[in-house]
């Protein structure tokens, strides 16, 4: 069946400890892929988005990624966190070859920061 | 104004009640896009429009749930004689092109559904 897997539903990370979330999917072929994050009483804010090409890609505040597809793997990673940081991480996909225009949402990582 | 902008952001609803959620996108957004997020999951696609036009609604749970926009800019989720299985956040979503798996789209805030 086709998913969108994040195995960590929270994590705890000192502030200016270094981060990885987890993003694992089960697609046919290379989705194109996202992370998104969601603050309380937010909405979710993209932080990044692999297409094609290098697959290390950058994103807003101080986030990064990287694709592996002998994983099926695109896990964020930040190598200092900052307290602002702590909020609900999504992974999200859009299958590249059905037609498909939504977003298919994994079911999120919780970030707390501890000082 | 410069994002997507829900309302209301908080709705109660007894069980049985019609309620209508807001969707204001991104001005010149040509697609739209509505998501249901249950507490502690990840959003969940419900229906898209591209313009005026619904080109999917695979996602909708049942027949009481019904999504407009007709002059292609604000659109209107109405669910009819709410159960307490509807209580979630709402979210709509806008992206400037239409068809197109590339394109990003933009979050607003939500509306926390409460059906009591």
């Known amino acids: 069946a086709q998913s969108v897997t994040q195995p960590d539903i929270h994590i705890t990370v000192s502030e200016g400890a270094s981060l990885e979330l987890r993003c694992n999917y089960s697609?046919?072929?290379?989705?194109?892929l996202f992370w998104y994050v969601q603050s309380p009483g937010q909405g979710l804010q993209l932080l990044l988005k692999y297409f094609s090409g290098d697959t290390l890609v950058q994103g807003i505040k101080g986030f990064e990624a990287e694709f592996k597809r002998s994983q099926s793997s695109f896990n964020l990673r930040k190598p200092s966190v900052h307290w602002s940081d702590a909020a609900e991480y999504f992974c999200?996909?859009?299958?590249?070859?059905?037609?498909?225009?939504?977003?298919?949402f994994g079911t999120g990582t919780r970030l707390t920061v501890i000082p | 104004g410069a994002g997507v902008s829900q309302s209301p952001r908080y709705k109660v609803a007894k069980r049985g009640q019609d309620v209508a959620l807001r969707c204001d996108p991104i001005?010149?957004?040509?697609?739209l896009f509505w998501y249901q997020q249950a507490l502690g999951q990840g959003p969940e696609f419900l229906t898209y429009f591209q313009n005026e036009a619904q080109l999917d609604k695979s996602g909708l749970p049942s027949d009481r749930f019904f999504a407009e926009r007709p002059e292609g800019s604000v659109s209107t989720l109405k669910i009819q004689r709410t159960q307490q299985e509807d209580s979630a956040v709402y979210l709509c979503a806008s992206s400037s092109q239409g068809a197109g798996a590339k394109n990003i789209q933009y979050f607003g805030a939500g509306t926390r559904l409460s059906v009591l």
């Open positions: 001005s010149g957004h040509v697609s």
């Open positions: 697609y046919g072929a290379t989705p194109y």
């Open positions: 999200a996909v859009v299958p590249s070859q059905t037609g498909a225009n939504n977003l298919f």
